[in-house]
Structures are given as C-alpha cells and as structure tokens.
C-alpha cells in the first residue's frame, strides 16, 4: 500500500486520532461525590466570584481550540468543515504528542467572517487558547484580528505565523552558512495567501529589507489592479523598488527564495538566474515549486522543503507546540509579535554553529530540544511584554 492507502486504512481503524481521559477518578461514591455532585459546586460557585479561576479549577489552562472553516484544508482547497475533521484531529494529536497541550477540533460549517468570530467567540470560556487553522486568506486575516480584539486568550492562525516562525528560523541558519545579511539580501516569497504575507511581515520584523511578493497574476506592487486589501497592504512596505513582471522577473539576483504556492512554479533557468549562494525554501506541499536536487543541479546552496523526505524539512510543528506550551505557562492573554519573534530565534538557536550545515539549518521534527526551548523564550517574551494574567 501507499502513503495514502495506509493512512485511510489506520484512519478506520482508529475511528479518530484523540479521546477524551479522565483525570478523576470515580470508581466509588465518594469520588462521585468530589467530581460531580454535590461537590462540584464549590469550583462552579468560586469561578463565579471569580472568573480567572476558571484556569486553575478546570482544564481550561492546558486546552486550546482548533478551530476551521474547512475553506483552506492543506493542499486540498476549499473541502468544507466534515472534510477537515481528519486535519485538526491530527493537529491536536501534535499538540499533546510534542508539549502535552490538549487540544480539541471544531470544525464550523460556515465561511462568513462575522458568524465565525460570533461562534468562536461564544465557546472561547471553554478553553485557554485559540489555534485558526486552514481558513482561506483574506478571510483569515479579519477572523484573527477581531478574535484578538474580543478575547483576552492567545488566538494564534498557525498557517500565518506558525509558517513565518519556521521559516524566519531556517533562514536565519542558513544565512549563517552563506555568510549573507538578512538585511543586505534580496528575498522573493512566491505566494501571497495567508503564508505568503505573514512570511514577509515577520522577515521585516527580523531587518529584513528587500523583499518582493509574486502570485498567479506575477509581481504584486503598490497600487496593482486587483489587489485585495491584504496584498495593497503589504505592498506599501515591500518592493519598494515598484518592480513589475513575472516571478522569474523577480528571481533575477535574488538571493533567497521563499515557496508558498505551488507545485512546479520555480524551474532550473530561474534558480540560475538568482545570486550565488542562493537559498531556496520551496514549501509548496505535496510537490514543492521545485525538488531540491533539480534546485541544486541549477545552482543552489541551500534547499529547504515541507517534506519529511529531504533535508531542512520546514514544518509548523516546530513551532505551534511549543509556543502554545509557553502562552499558556505564562498566563498570557495574547500571542503577540515579541513572542513570535522569540519562537523563532529559539527554534533557529536549537542547532549550535557546529552542528549547522547545508543540510541542517532546521531542527528535526522529533528533536526533544525544540518545543522546550520555545515554551520558555515564548514564556520569557510574554512576561516581559507584559501580555499576562
């Protein structure tokens, strides 16, 4: 069997990836008693006096959401809430395997922006935290800023900035072993969804300061005819140069490029045509924009993809895990930018300067060091923001 026939077949077997446990036990009356009633009044009636003890007298402060409209399921498009129950399934299952968070998937069956935010901010007292995962851009963008703006509880969308962590860690690495300046090279990001735009916000965070974002329709610039309000919006700060053209236009001397987009979008001639030293993270899941042996036939120094199969794979669950580990630890009420920025100098910091190479700018999936090592600068970063309960 293949990839995909093992997984559906593991997938009946297993009738869902998580369950829910007991954490009391009720094996007599008197356990009966303390868990349920009568005694469960005492919790219910002290919450009620005082609200925040809804984190220390029930799960509250290790559950998180994770929550869909189905509308941008991996590389499957728009396939509806059911569909995605298998994705957020899997997502929890991550997030208890790599930093014992529960999670819990809530797939809704709706892809209007105000019923969303109304829905999720009604169930939010349920948990400790937030994770959007799969909605379709620009969407994506209005659900999480006026979630933030409702609720005091990390809300985090891991396709946009779970991404950008990763990547902004693998290119840091990889940098190091080119001996180039994030602030002197040139980067290209091809795709301009929710990835695409969180990637280039985030790298200009870090001193980023030539970057150039391409779609379907080619370079997006300020002021281009079709641009929706996300992509006008990250044009005012990126090519300031107001190039216009192609993505092979946009590849010509550039130093590093970045994939959210499609299968096949990058060819040889364009990976020539970059700088020397170049760095390719074609993230495009399953197939990237180009496989990294055709990527270094042309040219190229480093190479990174979303797959498990070749070296430097970059994969959000580097990240997520971790981050949610600490904004919980540490009370937050938000995730914000500090403590993006700290995920990803303490993911790219796992691999020490003796261990780096061309092949190893990114943690593995399975190294124990990462989700610790993010839950603590995440919590650091989050105490000194003062983001916290």
């Known amino acids: ?165 990763v990547a902004g860690a693998a290119l840091i690495n990889a940098l190091k072993v080119v001996d180039k300046e994030l602030s002197e090279v040139k980067i290209v990001i091809n795709g301009a969804g929710a990835a695409g735009i969180a990637i280039a916000k985030h790298l200009l965070a870090m001193g980023a300061k030539n970057i150039i974002l391409a779609d379907r329709s080619g370079i997006i610039y300020k002021g281009r005819e079709g641009n929706n309000p996300a992509k006008e919006e990250i044009s005012q700060v990126t090519n300031l140069g107001m190039k216009k053209g192609k993505l092979e236009d946009a590849l010509r001397g550039a130093d590093v490029f970045m994939g959210v987009s499609s299968a096949g979008a990058v060819n040889k001639d364009m990976v020539r045509s970059m700088n020397e030293d170049s760095i390719l993270f074609p993230m495009a899941n399953p197939e990237p924009e180009i496989f990294p042996d055709e990527a270094i036939e042309a040219g190229a120094c480093i190479v990174g993809t979303g797959r498990s199969d070749f070296p430097n794979q970059i994969n959000n669950v580097l990240a997520f895990p971790g981050i949610f580990r600490g904004a919980l630890d540490a009370k937050a009420t938000r995730i914000n930018d500090e403590m993006c920025m700290a995920a990803t100098y303490a993911i790219a910091a796992v691999i020490t300067d003796n261990e780096l190479s061309k092949d190893y700018v990114i943690p593995r999936p399975f190294d124990a060091r990462v989700a610790a090592s993010v839950a603590k600068a995440v919590a650091k970063a989050a105490i000194e923001s003062n983001v916290i309960r």
């Not at 036990?25 to 009633?37: G, H, R, V």
């Not at 994705?87 to 014992?100: N, P, Q, S, Y």
């Not at 829905?119 to 969407?139: C, Q, V, W, Y």
Request: with cysteine; aromatic share 6%.
């Open 1 to 165: 069997m293949n990839i995909q026939e093992k997984a559906l077949k593991m997938h009946e077997q297993w009738k869902g990836k998580i369950e829910v446990i007991s954490r009391a036990a009720i094996t007599n009356k008197d356990e009966l008693s303390i868990a349920y009633s009568p005694g469960v009044a005492a919790p219910c009636l002290a919450i009620k006096d005082e609200p925040d003890k809804s984190f220390s007298l029930t799960r509250r402060s290790n559950l998180v959401a994770v929550i869909t409209d189905g509308s941008a399921v991996l590389g499957l498009g728009n396939i509806g809430a059911k569909a995605a129950m298998p994705v957020m399934e899997g997502k929890c299952a991550l997030f208890k395997t790599f930093a014992d968070v529960d999670a819990f998937p809530i797939c809704i069956n709706s892809q209007d922006t105000d019923t969303l935010v109304e829905t999720i901010s009604l169930i939010a007292d349920s948990f400790g935290g937030i994770n959007l995962e799969d909605i379709a851009a620009p969407r994506c963008f209005e659900v999480e800023a006026k979630l933030k703006d409702r609720l005091q509880i990390p809300v985090f969308h891991d396709d946009q900035h779970g991404t950008a962590i």
